[in-house]
């Protein structure tokens, strides 16, 4: 009797599994069959892709990245069960794809999340995080570019015609390395200048003249090798409005260099100095002061009430002005991309 029920058993497990794996009657039918799976899987990775590139929120591109490991896993497991056509060959060839798509997921672009969140602080941390970018998006338009030569040859050799169209997702992600690799390349650039101004401010708020004139010296130097840069630099299909505000971004960073951040420095200087006159009248007693040492501290406090003056409105001119040109930056790359990335 126990032979007898466990033969039973793997009869059922059997007819379990036969009645549970999709068949197909004809090529075409499965053609179409991982044709629609895959797509959702794709054209759903490339859209975390470009969030990946866009968004502001890390905690929302990780929330889409976790979302999305779970749509793979599901197309994976459905084309899993399904029987192959004439042999696994091309189930093989669709799903080691898929399985690349989920290990970009998993671990290279949870890296490039990670080396999000601190490219900042440096141009070769920036370097880095956009270089490991392209690289997976690189990897990505490979498999997708041979993923389709697969589907060619497959429907090939069952007499399946294939219309080739300009829609076809190899080519919208062809299209779309391309035009963030311009970006991207433009942004490094930017990059380059723009962390010598953080390092200006920062120096700026410790009040350290000599590494403002250094910090100075550099901001104006690298914005200087941007505008050369940018004079060769090649042109996305004739657009250049991205070059343009990039220009005006340098243009401001070497105004501020050499003409404003010496006004600031004056002006630390002028108030180091009167707090040093400050300091030590006040521990003169009143009796041993002398009129020379109260004209001095006088005569500080006069200057030093007009330069604050000065002082804070060429800080406000400078905020609004830096404001202007890196949200005018910011919004000729959100408009390029719109222009220039395919519509899904």
């Given at each position: ?38 797509e959702i899987v794709t054209k759903s990775t490339w859209k975390y892709t470009k969030a990946v590139a ?200 070497i105004d501020e260099a050499e003409n404003k951040i010496p006004e600031i420095a004056d002006f630390l ?31 500080k406090v006069k200057a030093l009430n007009k330069a604050v003056n000065n002082y804070n409105k060429l ?30």
């Open positions: 009797m126990k032979t007898i029920s466990k033969l039973l058993l793997v009869l059922l497990l059997l007819l379990s599994f036969s009645s549970y794996a999709q068949q197909f009657d004809t090529a075409l039918e499965y053609l179409e069959f991982l044709g629609k799976e895959q866009h968004s502001k929120s890390d905690r929302n591109i990780n929330n889409k990245r976790k979302n999305l490991l779970k749509t793979v896993a599901r197309a994976i497991a459905k084309i899993e069960k399904a029987q192959g056509f004439e042999g696994d060959d091309y189930k093989n060839n669709v799903l080691r794809h898929m399985r690349l798509n989920e290990s970009l997921l998993k671990h290279d672009y949870a890296k490039i999340v990670d080396m999000k969140a601190v490219a900042e602080q440096s141009y070769d941390l920036m370097e880095a995080y956009v270089l490991a970018q392209e690289l997976a998006d690189k990897k990505m338009a490979e498999s997708q570019a041979e993923y389709e030569k697969k589907i060619y040859a497959f429907a090939a050799t069952h007499n399946i015609n294939i219309i080739e169209s300009d829609n076809d997702l190899g080519k919208k992600m062809d299209i779309s390395n391309k035009v963030f690799k311009h970006t991207n390349a433009l942004h490094l650039v930017f990059f380059k200048v723009y962390i010598n101004e953080i390092y200006l401010w920062n120096a700026i708020s410790k009040k350290d003249v000599s590494g403002i004139q250094q910090n100075a010296n550099a901001l104006s130097e690298t914005a200087k090798e941007g505008l050369e840069i940018l004079k060769t630099h090649d042109v996305y299909k004739t657009d250049k409005s991205v070059l343009l505000a990039n220009k005006a971004a340098f243009e401001f960073f200087i002028l108030n180091e100095d009167f707090e040093t006159i400050k300091t030590t009248l006040e521990k003169t007693p009143e009796k041993k002061r002398t009129k020379k040492q109260i004209d001095a501290y006088n005569s800080n406000t001119n400078l905020n609004n002005k830096r404001k202007s040109v890196i949200d005018k930056l910011e919004n000729t790359k959100t408009f390029f991309l719109a222009r220039h990335i395919p519509k899904d």
